[in-house]
């Protein structure tokens, strides 16, 4: 198992480029779809505990699935496995590509890449968009433009989502 965790985070490090969002889709597909490891919404729940806690989204994410599957030692297979590879990139770039900076061609290579950046960002938004029932998207979108409209910390909706979620699981639990 926890070479298993290693191997698919090292896999997921290795082949995304772009931020800790772009691996997003990676991680749904080995992990839902062809390790079966969580159920979506199992995924969901951990992804979004990933988001909310201080860190890297990608490498908070390894955290919390290597922690599920085998404990402390899975935690670690997978944040290694996630970071070794991107170490060795970012190292490899730095050491051969330095040379090159402000070279039109290489410039224009990471231009190139920015869009497929953003479809991988947006491609499991998209995803867990279609699976919410409308009221909560209707939620999801005024809460985004709320952000980008008026600078307000997101902070403030993850505390007020944390808080209406706790007291309606315990209304819901009173009412039994």
Not at 57 to 78: D, E, R, S
Not at 100 to 109: C, D, F, I, Q, T
Request: net charge positive; proline share 5%; with cysteine.
């Amino acid at each position: 198992m926890l070479l298993d965790l290693f191997w698919t985070f090292f896999k997921i490090g290795a082949f995304t480029f772009g931020s800790g969002y772009a691996m997003i889709p990676m991680i749904e597909r080995e992990i839902i779809d062809r390790k079966g490891w969580f159920d979506r919404d199992d995924f969901r729940n951990q992804f979004a505990l990933a988001q909310s806690s201080p860190g890297p989204i990608a490498l908070n994410t390894a955290v919390f699935v290597g922690y599920k599957m085998n404990g402390y030692k899975g935690a670690l297979a997978a944040v290694l496995g996630t970071i070794i590879p991107c170490f060795t990139i970012i190292l490899l770039i730095v050491v051969f590509l330095s040379g090159y900076k402000g070279n039109p061609y290489v410039e224009a290579a990471f231009k190139g890449v920015r869009p497929a950046v953003v479809a991988l960002i947006a491609v499991p938004f998209i995803r867990w968009m279609k699976d919410l029932k409308w009221f909560f998207m209707i939620i999801s979108v005024a809460v985004a433009l709320v952000i980008w409209l008026t600078n307000l910390s997101p902070i403030f909706f993850i505390l007020a989502g944390i808080i209406i979620g706790v007291v309606s699981v315990s209304l819901n639990i009173k009412k039994r």
